[in-house]
């Protein structure tokens, strides 16, 4: 079926469908020709990674509403032992193996008595919540990674994560963050471009705050994708680089990276053996919610939780949010771990010997390196954590700002339609030939940067290869078109 044939009014008409290679510099025109490839295809990845994490920066203060039940306990002067906390769990849900871990009650909530369950996928977890003062059990829930997720939380981040696919599902996060860093990237040269030609006195409208009032609705359009572009382009590249790290491939290249410099997160040693070393590793501490850490521990060999926490509060684990492991090995050390990644930093970790009650070896954030502590303040961020309220609306202003650029770019696309055309037409993509125009050392810098790009973030030199191989396809077949056919 053909779209009928129409027409802009002169106050509406868009701009030419391409630009000649020739009326700009052969960088920006590369630019612009890789912007929009990028927007065309990759935009419908971004769109859903921007909307889903906005969804599950907010999910915190959904997941206390939906959850308030489990998540309320009474505030006694003198609440229960956690051992007997422990134990009204067990009797309440007829289990008798050993919690995988406890996580004790912070002012007014419960404590998370948490069992390992076969019957569960990898990284979740059976958590019994007890009320601290009662002893009773006012919830009964699954719970995801390190962060403890609850079922709607969970839900909204395995969207985020791999659209409900499972593994095969991941490259489409993949996808997606290793784009949008090359996107901001390219929309910042562009938009440099667009600085130095305006006149001075115009500058802001249309690229600092958007133009409203431009005569083309094109126009109109462009300015807002590209204002709020340049204002959220920080933001776009923090998520960017940080959402690699739970990437599959990239993300293995960068652990790879991080080991080989020796940036990796200093490893607790729970061996009661002198001879046993801890051996040192990278630790992916706040990603459980992506990746996927070691199953806890299904068993314990003795011990209190009340002696064990208690001589973890006297070696300086202060923080009122802990997880308290068990162990299943007489010769093996519990742990009692801060788990408050919101600022300042609580994330210590000691190993307590249940026999006796005393430290055995011990974590502190505060001799982390340089890197081991960005990369701690660098998930914390990206989950919405590290800066409380401040953190989540900023992530959810820069993920709506970043799906509302990719719903902009595509009606720019659609705006540049050829109008006139018998049936139905998008707009074209800007004008190729530009490698042509590049200088020798140009295009061996270019390569360059390909290649090692494409190395290092796998899936990300996969498409961009696609890219190019559809563009010749394409490009192909337009020569074919406009050849004149033999007489």
């Known amino acids: 079926m053909s779209a009928p044939t129409t027409s802009h009014p002169a106050s509406q008409s868009p701009p030419p469908t391409s630009t000649p290679p020739s009326s700009r510099g052969w960088g920006t025109a590369l630019l612009l020709r890789l912007h929009f490839y990028i927007g065309v295809f990759v935009g419908p990845f971004l769109l859903v990674a921007a909307l889903s994490g906005a969804a599950y920066a907010l999910s915190p203060q959904l997941e206390r509403i939906v959850y308030a039940q489990a998540l309320t306990g009474t505030t006694p002067e003198t609440p229960l032992s956690l051992d007997a906390q422990v134990a009204a769990a067990q009797a309440a849900t007829g289990l008798e193996v050993a919690p995988a871990a406890v996580r004790p009650a912070d002012d007014g909530g419960t404590t998370r008595v948490i069992f390992a369950d076969s019957a569960l996928g990898e990284s979740e977890h059976r958590a019994v919540f007890v009320d601290p003062g009662t002893g009773d059990v006012v919830g009964d829930l699954t719970v995801y990674g390190s962060s403890g997720s609850l079922p709607v939380r969970t839900a909204i981040a395995q969207i985020h994560r791999s659209l409900l696919l ?69 933001g776009c590249l923090f998520l960017s680089a940080t959402g690699l790290t739970w ?170 339609r050829p109008t006139r055309a018998a049936g139905l037409a998008f707009g074209a993509a800007p004008a190729r030939g530009n490698l042509r125009r590049v200088p020798w050392p140009g295009l061996i810098g270019i390569a360059g940067v390909t290649v090692t790009l494409g190395v290092f973030f796998p899936l990300l030199g996969i498409s961009l290869a696609a890219f190019l191989a559809l563009d010749l396809i394409l490009g192909a077949m337009t020569a074919r078109r406009s050849r004149p056919s033999a007489s």
């Open 166 to 234: 499972g593994e095969p599902g991941r490259i489409y996060s993949e996808l997606a963050a290793s784009w949008l860093g090359v996107i901001a990237l390219s929309g910042l040269g562009l938009w440099g471009f667009r600085w130095r030609r305006a006149r001075p006195g115009r500058r802001a409208r249309g690229l600092l705050v958007p133009d409203a009032k431009a005569p083309h609705r094109y126009r109109r359009i462009l300015s807002f994708h590209a204002a709020t572009g340049v204002w959220l382009a920080v």
């Open 247 to 416: 990437s599959p491939y990239a993300g293995a290249n960068v652990t790879d990276l991080r080991a080989t410099m020796g940036w990796t997160t200093p490893v607790l040693g729970k061996s009661l053996d002198p001879a046993q070393a801890p051996a040192s590793g990278v630790e992916h501490t706040g990603h459980g919610d992506h990746d996927h850490a070691a199953m806890l521990e299904a068993a314990f060999s003795g011990g209190s939780f009340d002696a064990v926490l208690a001589a973890a509060r006297d070696a300086g684990i202060d923080a009122s949010l802990v997880e308290i492991k068990p162990t299943a090995e007489p010769a093996t050390a519990w742990s009692v771990a801060e788990i408050d990644r919101s600022w300042p930093t609580q994330v210590d970790t000691v190993a307590v010997d249940a026999a006796t009650d005393t430290v055995t070896d011990q974590v502190r954030f505060a001799d982390y390196g340089i890197m081991a502590k960005l990369a701690q303040w660098g998930v914390a961020a990206h989950m919405g954590v590290l800066f409380g309220v401040v953190n989540q609306v900023l992530l959810a202003v820069t993920a709506l700002g970043l799906a509302a650029m990719v719903v902009w770019g595509y009606l720019m696309w659609w705006r540049r």
